[in-house]
């Protein structure tokens, strides 16, 4: 039997008022919900499925309205499953990591989310790692660390997940996951299982292969270092500190705003800085006070304020200092 979670089967309001506006709105709602009620009674996984979800739980933002549908695979054949019935149905998907580098809007997402959550397997194999790709990165920091294995430790306390980290390529005190980062399992645009061998070529600043395609990695294998475990844990203190003094966990945000790739001869915090961006506010969206690269939910925020801030952001870099940034923070759902 298919596990459905509360939530489904949410009925429709009665159409109120008589603008056509509404009427359009209220068909559109009714038909979605249909679909989305019809494709649930389709999908036959062992993980859990839901409709509705507020995605504000979600992400390290903490906006984002709901995903009609969400689902938590917890197999490889689960993801086949879900990405099939989506086919089928004309329904785009997403799949959500750590949701750390995403902004999803106030009326969320039309569509299939695939949470990865459930891959989390952390195994070793000689100086290798073999990670599930919705494992935090961090905890495979730590664990390795543990295991006297070094690679990781420049990930520690950065939020997201294993397969996030690949996707996006991060890159923080100098190094980039691409420098450790062997292979990748993942389902094909065909749906079909394929293994994917590194090579550096193929990845740039905060670039990777995978950002070209439609794709769902499931597990990544790291080449490691034997190492002090005591010396890993100063250094991974060291990165925690450092995060802290920058107030990556004082609020909820997505870290860097816009890359940091110093194509302008400056760090871009320090190229917003200059702008006086710092503390700049709509709503409860703000610029961080200790840092003029970070936008922080200060409570409430709605994603359309966050939104508004970081097109200030852009727009006063280009207007007063003639150079156009490149987002990071990803942009998903209905806006
Ligand atoms: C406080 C803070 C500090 C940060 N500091 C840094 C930093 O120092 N360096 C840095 O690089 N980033 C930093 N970030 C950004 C973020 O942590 C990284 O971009 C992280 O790698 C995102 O991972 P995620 O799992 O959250 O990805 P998500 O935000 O969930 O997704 C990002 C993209 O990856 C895709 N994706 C995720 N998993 C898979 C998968 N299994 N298969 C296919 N596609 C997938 C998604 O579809 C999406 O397009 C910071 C964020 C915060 C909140």
Redesign the pocket.
């Given at each position: 039997m298919r596990p459905v979670a509360p939530g489904v089967g949410r009925s429709i309001p009665a159409e109120a008022g008589n603008s056509g506006w509404k009427r359009t709105r209220d068909f559109r709602y009714a038909t979605r919900v249909a679909t989305v009620n019809k494709l649930l009674d389709k999908i036959n996984i062992s993980g859990t499925v839901r409709t509705d979800e507020p995605m504000s739980g979600h992400t390290?933002f903490e906006v984002g309205g709901p995903a009609d549908l969400y689902a938590v695979p917890q197999t490889v054949a689960d993801i086949i499953e879900l990405l099939a019935v989506a086919e089928e149905a004309g329904l785009s998907w997403?799949?959500?990591?750590?949701?750390?580098?995403?902004l999803v809007s106030d009326r969320g997402i039309r569509g299939l989310v695939i949470d990865?959550r459930a891959f989390s397997q952390f195994r070793r194999e000689d100086d290798e790692l073999v990670l599930g790709?919705g494992l935090p990165i961090s905890d495979a920091a730590e664990r390795a660390a543990e295991l006297g294995l070094a690679g990781l430790e420049f990930l520690y306390s950065?939020?997201?997940?294993v397969?996030?980290?690949v996707?996006?390529n991060?890159?923080?005190y100098g190094y980039s996951i691409d420098e450790v980062l062997e292979s990748v399992l993942y389902l094909d645009e065909n749906r079909r299982p394929r293994r994917y061998r590194a090579r550096r070529e193929d990845f740039a600043y905060?670039r990777s292969p995978?950002q070209n395609r439609r794709?769902?990695?499931?597990e990544s294998r790291f080449r490691m270092r034997p190492a002090d475990p005591a010396e890993l844990r100063e250094r991974m203190s060291e990165y925690y500190r450092d995060r802290e003094s920058k107030g990556?966990f004082s609020a909820p945000?997505?870290?860097?705003v816009f890359k940091n790739n110093r194509d302008y001869g400056a760090p871009t915090g320090k190229l917003l800085d200059g702008l006086g961006l710092r503390g700049f506010q709509v709503g409860q969206a703000k610029v961080s006070d200790l840092h003029a690269n970070i936008v922080i939910n200060t409570g409430g925020a709605t994603a359309a304020e966050i939104r508004a801030v970081i097109e200030h952001m852009d727009r006063q870099a280009r207007a007063q200092l003639g150079i156009q940034l490149e987002r990071e923070v990803?942009y998903a759902g209905e806006w």
């Open positions: 390290t997403f799949v959500l990591g750590g949701g750390a580098n995403v990865m790709t950065m939020p997201g997940s397969g996030g980290a996707w996006m991060a890159r923080c905060k995978f794709v769902v990695m499931y990556h945000s997505a870290g860097s990803l």
